[in-house]
């Protein structure tokens, strides 16, 4: 298995085999919890007015996502697992669009699979990875705001690659480098609104879910992510 791993929009592009897009704070930790908590599926979208067009187009689909980190005055969410942890999706569809995560998911055009990365449910991704056993790998770390690298994404992509090797990784180590990276401030800082703190340990929950969440196309065309199985034949999530 050749593992590869890239950066950002241009490692979007460049992914083959299966493309694992990582975004741990926090569009595809969030994903992870939309979905635990029912939704039938996320439409991840890079044009933000796209997405606003198929929210008036469908309106009731649940628009969510950020710019800046932050949650444009007409969605209905934010990009934050702590605002959303204890709503119930019921079947819904759910329109997201951010930053980094969502634009590699619409630029990994050439890989053959394209899941999501993140922490909580990283160990689903190396299980199903292993199961599908492709000869290459692309673990694409997208970065703050897909414009220049980040220490969790990066961090992901290490901890991804060590685990599909069968290397042990010293977790605590890892977190405490999270927790002291640039990006983790946002979290502790309390004039900072829309990064909850409680964001940071909903994102850094290793292996919370037991499902990954695989990009296809709906009968519109448009792009989805649909929750499959990890290390069981259920796909369901421990919430």
């Known amino acids: 298995m050749d593992i590869r791993k890239l950066n950002l929009l241009a490692g979007a592009r460049e992914a083959r085999g299966i493309a694992v897009i990582i975004d741990v704070f926090r569009a595809f930790s969030t994903a992870c919890y939309v979905m635990a908590n029912g939704a039938q599926q996320i439409i991840p979208v890079g044009d933000i007015e796209i997405a606003r067009q198929l929210k008036n187009t469908n309106p009731d689909y649940v628009l969510m996502g950020e710019r800046g ?7 209905d969410y934010g990009n934050s697992p702590a605002d959303i942890k204890a709503v119930a999706f019921g079947g819904k569809i759910v329109i997201h669009t951010t930053s980094a995560g969502t634009q590699g998911l619409v630029n ?3 890989a053959d699979e394209v899941i999501t990365g993140s922490f909580v449910n990283a160990e689903a991704i190396v299980d199903y990875i292993r199961r599908r056993s492709p000869e290459t790998v692309s673990l694409v770390s997208m970065g703050t705001g897909a414009r220049e690298p980040n220490v969790e994404d990066t961090l992901c992509a290490h901890y991804l690659a060590a685990r599909l090797k069968n290397r042990a990784v010293d977790t605590g180590q890892m977190l405490r480098r999270l927790r002291q990276s640039p990006a983790a401030r946002n979290f502790f800082d309390p004039r900072i609104r829309w990064a909850p703190t409680e964001d940071f340990e909903l994102c850094v929950a290793i292996a919370r879910f037991d499902f990954v969440l695989k990009a296809g196309k709906t009968g519109q065309g448009q792009l989805s992510l649909k929750m499959l199985a990890g290390k069981n034949e259920t796909g369901a999530g421990r919430a």
């Open 69 to 75: 980190g932050q949650k444009p005055p007409d969605f």
């Open 108 to 110: 990994a055009t050439g």
